[in-house]
């Protein structure tokens, strides 16, 4: 029997980043391999791999490797790349997309950014409980769990913050935070992939 | 000139003097900021990162409430850059995407909500100061020109990239806010890191990476001898002020460079109390730099704060339920 190219198969790689990357067209078919999202980017010399040899890497299936990476982890979301890109590509989102999935898969625990995720985790918890961020809970948790020397070094801009009332003890709480948390629930439920 | 206003999490602490500031010059000058009632954090950076449909259902329901609160034109006004980004993207992509729309409007309605996207216009708060005010109308106003005081406008990064459906300035060389810096009678600096990233959250991702980036910001200001760099981003001004000393240390630099808002500027150039705008919460002291233009800060008024008397550090409490 002729296999066509209709029938079911297993998703490849790419395929997989582009469909989990939502809002649109993410234009990474298009990736010329120019290097100006590399040399625009402002930790790029501290990634592993430059955005463009990811994007080759995720081409070429690579895909333990890309998770890995701690290059989506350093991108800090200034978006040169993208404004630069000839070829449009949204490479932030490509970014946020790759973390998402090194989360899901756990690879990102391999990566010398093996703690960012946990921010990001610890943020939304605030996030999710309160409706608002909490820089404070934010700090302490994230830090005694990970850096438990940090938090001394961290201690004079914590109690600087404090003293210059630029940081609250507790967390603001919203009126509808169940409502809020119906909504992010059921988001959760429809999401999947993404 | 009615608005709805988003103030999002930092103003509400860690940027108090933006907040404080920009409540401060609206008024006098016009306009009206009406908070939207109830909103939620817009997950930052950190949302995004983690699980996408919930992230662009937390902004969306902020959108929705904007939307249904009667009286502020459908324009919703953010301060902080990394807010006015995720409001903006979560709209243009759910225009964008009917699928996204789709089931971003199944998780609202879980709550009872419905967002139309298109239905809210997302403006940056300098937006409105330099396109809806206007220059000439703020200059009529200014009774104690900045004349004298060398300031780098700082724009930062997401206030101008990505472009999405428009941007109000120029996304790598902007010119608005300088416009504004002159229009309150500051000598401009030529500041080539301009529309340069600060590092976002990467001081806690990675202290040594995000040093760096700060340091060029610095190091380049001081180049062209600022007394002053002005922000429009809560997360700019924390990681230029706050990590200023850390900076000093690991580059064995010495610089001094106070950060504040442009809404400091301006209310500073309306003549306004230093202290009713928020001056003096800053870690790296501003008074050098302000008595250049005359303005004087009492040292007990800038340290008069309520003291308990006690040093021991501060420790995270939780809320008493009910």
């Not at chain 1, 608002?132 to 302490?140: I, K, N, V």
């Not at chain 2, 708060?125 to 005010?133: G, K, P, S």
Request: hydrophobic share 40%; glycine share 8%.
């Amino acid at each position: 029997m002729v296999v066509t190219a209709t029938q079911e198969r297993t998703p490849t790689f790419f395929e997989e980043v582009v469909s989990a990357t939502p809002g649109g067209k993410t234009n990474l078919e298009l990736c010329l391999q120019c290097g100006t999202c590399g040399g625009s980017c402002p930790s790029g010399q501290d990634m592993e791999h430059t955005p463009r040899a990811l994007f080759a890497m995720i081409t070429a299936g690579m895909k333990q490797q890309v998770l890995s990476s701690n290059t989506p982890w350093y991108c800090v979301s200034c978006y040169y790349c993208t404004v630069r890109c000839p070829q449009e590509i949204h490479i932030t989102d490509l970014m946020y997309t790759l973390k998402r999935m090194a989360i899901k898969h756990g690879y990102y625990r391999q990566s010398t950014a093996a703690d960012a995720p946990d921010f990001s985790q610890t943020f939304i918890g605030y996030v999710e409980n309160y409706g608002r961020s909490f820089e404070l809970g934010l700090a302490t948790r994230y830090h005694l769990s990970h850096h438990p020397l940090d938090v001394v070094k961290m201690a004079p801009m914590g109690l600087g913050m404090w003293r210059k009332g630029r940081m609250d003890l507790t967390p603001k709480k919203i009126k509808s935070i169940q409502q809020l948390r119906a909504i992010l629930e059921k988001a959760r439920e429809l999401g999947g992939e993404a | 000139m009615k608005y709805g206003y988003y103030p999002g999490c930092s103003l509400e602490r860690n940027a108090s003097a933006y907040h404080k500031s920009t409540m401060a010059v609206a008024g006098p000058l016009g306009l009206e900021l009406q908070e939207i009632d109830d909103w939620n954090c817009c997950g930052a950076t950190e949302y995004f990162a983690v699980d996408a449909l919930p992230a662009y259902a937390l902004v969306a329901r902020n959108l929705a409430l904007a939307a249904e609160q009667p009286g502020n034109g459908h324009q919703v006004v953010a301060p902080c850059s990394a807010c006015y980004l995720n409001l903006r993207k979560v709209d243009h992509y759910m225009g964008n995407s009917p699928e996204l729309a789709s089931q971003v409007n199944t998780a609202l309605a879980a709550g009872g909500l419905h967002y139309s996207p298109g239905t809210v216009k997302v403006r940056h708060l300098l937006d409105v100061f330099v396109n809806d005010l206007g220059y000439e109308r703020l200059a009529e106003k200014i009774t104690k020109p900045l004349t004298g005081l060398r300031v780098a406008p700082y724009y930062g990064c997401v206030m101008l990239r990505p472009v999405l459906d428009g941007t109000f300035d120029n996304p790598e060389y902007p010119n608005t806010m300088d416009t504004l810096m002159a229009t309150l009678g500051a000598e401009v600096v030529d500041f080539p890191l301009k529309a340069h990233c600060c590092g976002g959250h990467m001081t806690q991702i990675s202290e040594n990476v995000a040093l760096e980036l700060i340091y060029r910001l610095l190091k380049n200001a001081s180049e062209y001898d600022a007394d002053v760099i002005v922000t429009l981003c809560p997360m700019c001004q924390l990681n230029l002020d706050a990590y200023q000393d850390s900076v000093n240390k690991y580059f064995k630099s010495d610089f001094k460079i106070p950060i504040l808002y442009f809404t400091q500027m301006i209310g500073l150039a309306l003549g306004m109390d230093p202290i009713d705008l928020g001056i003096g919460k800053e870690f790296v002291d501003a008074r050098p730099a302000l008595a250049k233009i005359g303005v004087e800060i009492p040292v007990e008024e800038a340290a008069k704060k309520k003291k308990t008397g006690k040093e021991e550090l501060p420790m995270p409490r939780m809320p008493v339920e009910g």
